[in-house]
């Protein structure tokens, strides 16, 4: 079964830093892209941005461009999102999702609510 | 900026034809993808480049495009399909993907 599977919910004070992960199963991990979707609490999906595990390139939303940053360990199969600083307005669930070869996003994890308060 | 434009909500009665519009000018030459998420769930991919289906999806959904608009169309509703609506696609570019606002759909 194709499955992805993000780390579990995450509360920090407002400058800390976060790493969030997705680990893929099921298929060959370093040949689809993962994008990361962001949803604020009562709002719409965003989206933050997409990597190629394969050799870690990186597109972002021009919104998100210095705000977070994307890496993939290919060893582990597991995709990350990751804040240095986090800030209040941080306070969302976040998808990962795979991007198939029809170019639309097939799997997606069950997210991971993070909570960014003082 | 690329917008994807959708009503905020759209209400039906069971039985009857519900019908999601998406507009937004790149979606005239850029496909366009369907999502479907429920409370407290991750969203459930519907409709694929404009109008093909899922496998596992059910034959009620299906897409349709024209112009710089694509329409979700859910015939026969049914309370199970009470949901967000979300269309997807890419920028000129091909590189940036967007979200439009959602739609939410109610089953009277």
């Known amino acids: 079964e194709v499955q992805l599977v993000q780390s579990g919910a995450e509360v920090r004070r407002p400058g800390e830093p976060l790493k969030i992960s997705c680990e893929g199963s099921?298929?060959?991990?370093?040949?689809?892209?993962i994008a990361w979707v962001r949803q604020m609490p009562g709002k719409g999906l965003e989206w933050v941005g997409i990597i190629y595990p394969g050799d870690s390139e990186s597109k972002f939303n021009p919104a998100f461009q210095d705000q977070v940053a994307f890496s993939a360990d290919r060893s582990s199969n597991t995709a990350f999102l990751q804040w240095s600083s986090l800030k209040v307005s941080d306070t969302a669930m976040y998808f990962c999702?795979?991007?198939?070869?029809?170019?639309?996003?097939?799997?997606w994890g069950h997210g991971t609510m993070v909570t960014v308060s003082s | 900026s690329y917008e994807l434009t959708q009503p905020p909500s759209v209400s039906v009665s069971p039985g009857q034809t519900a019908k999601i519009t998406c507009s937004g000018d790149?979606?005239?030459?850029?496909?366009a993808y369907w999502y479907q998420q429920k409370p407290g769930q991750a969203p459930v991919l519907v409709i694929y480049q404009d109008t093909k289906r899922p496998s596992g999806i059910s034959e009620r959904f299906s897409g349709s495009s024209s112009g710089t608009t694509v329409t979700l169309t859910i015939s026969g509703v049914q309370a199970e399909d009470e949901g967000d609506f979300y269309c997807?696609?890419?920028?000129?570019?091909?590189?940036?993907?967007?979200f439009g606002g959602g739609t939410k759909l109610t089953v009277l």
């Open positions: 099921g298929y060959n991990f370093t040949n689809y892209w």
């Open positions: 999702a795979r991007r198939d070869f029809r170019d639309a996003f097939d799997v």
């Open positions: 790149a979606l005239s030459n850029q496909y």
């Open positions: 997807q696609s890419v920028d000129s570019s091909g590189i940036y993907r967007m």
